[in-house]
T-cell receptor, first 112, second 113 residues
Framework: DTAVSQTPKYLVTQMGNDKSIKCEQN?????MYWYKQDSKKFLKIMFSYNNKELIINETVPNRFSPKSPDKAHLNLHINSLELGDSAVYFCASSQVRESEQYFGPGTRLTVT | DQQVKQNSPSLSVQEGRISILNCDYTNSMFDYFLWYKKYPAEGPTFLIS?????DKNEDGRFTVFLNKSAKHLSLHIVPSQPGDSAVYFCAASRGLTGNQFYFGTGTSLTVIP
């Protein structure tokens, strides 16, 4: 009965490839997020999304795109992967945009 | 530009003693603050929050203090237990007008039995 789940847990791929990370929440939350935790452990928001609005952090390259097939899912697509994309990516959800977030276990992406 | 800072990357405390984790922020518009706890290979877990209209919020062994004039908050854990050993992140947002949570880089707490 995992609240926020992500797949895969580990992803190793080569530069230039396109990959996706899936996220699902069964909490009935309205808002979902993607975060990137880099090698310095800095946890930075990439996107927040509810059924009305997608908010994009302007520092995120447009190679990254969130896709939400329904309220319970927010997948992350990454095109033309680069070495600097290597990080741990966390999905999260919250009841409303301003409340505390529930995080998934993370996906460790390694680009070689 | 890191708007939330946790200047102590690590902290060791004896079991039963108080653990104090500190967090500083630069944006005076922040009005909602949270602490998260993270175990290895897991996502952060919400621990406790505080709104800027308060200066203290308590939940069991965990108390968060907010000093708005100093732009500083702290998390007190009393008494500390070995199971509290984890990385603690503080986060801040502009509440109802904001949509972003800004996280610190975390403090790794080790509680020594």
């Amino acid at each position: 009965d995992t609240a926020v789940s992500q797949t895969p847990k580990y992803l190793v791929t080569q530069m230039g490839n396109d990959k996706s990370i899936k996220c699902e929440q069964n909490l009935g939350h309205d808002t979902m997020y993607w975060y990137k935790q880099d090698s310095k452990k800095f946890l930075k928001i990439m996107f927040s999304y509810n059924n009305k609005e997608l908010i994009i952090n302007e520092t995120v390259p447009n190679r990254f795109s969130p896709k939400s097939p329904d309220k319970a899912h927010l997948n992350l697509h990454i095109n033309s992967l680069e070495l600097g994309d290597s990080a741990v990516y966390f999905c999260a959800s919250s009841q409303v945009r301003e409340s505390e977030q529930y995080f998934g276990p993370g996906t460790r992406l390694t680009v070689t | 530009d890191q708007q939330v800072k946790q200047n102590s990357p690590s902290l060791s405390v004896q079991e039963g003693r108080i653990s104090i984790l500190n967090c500083d922020y630069t944006n005076s518009m922040f009005d909602y603050f949270l602490w998260y706890k993270k175990y290895p290979a897991e996502g952060p877990t919400f621990l406790i929050s505080i709104s800027s209209i308060k200066d203290k919020n308590e939940d069991g062994r965990f108390t968060v203090f907010l000093n708005k004039s100093a732009k500083h908050l702290s998390l007190h854990i009393v008494p500390s237990q070995p199971g509290d050993s984890a990385v603690y992140f503080c986060a801040a947002s502009r509440g109802l007008t904001g949509n972003q949570f800004y996280f610190g880089t975390g403090t790794s707490l080790t509680v020594i039995p």
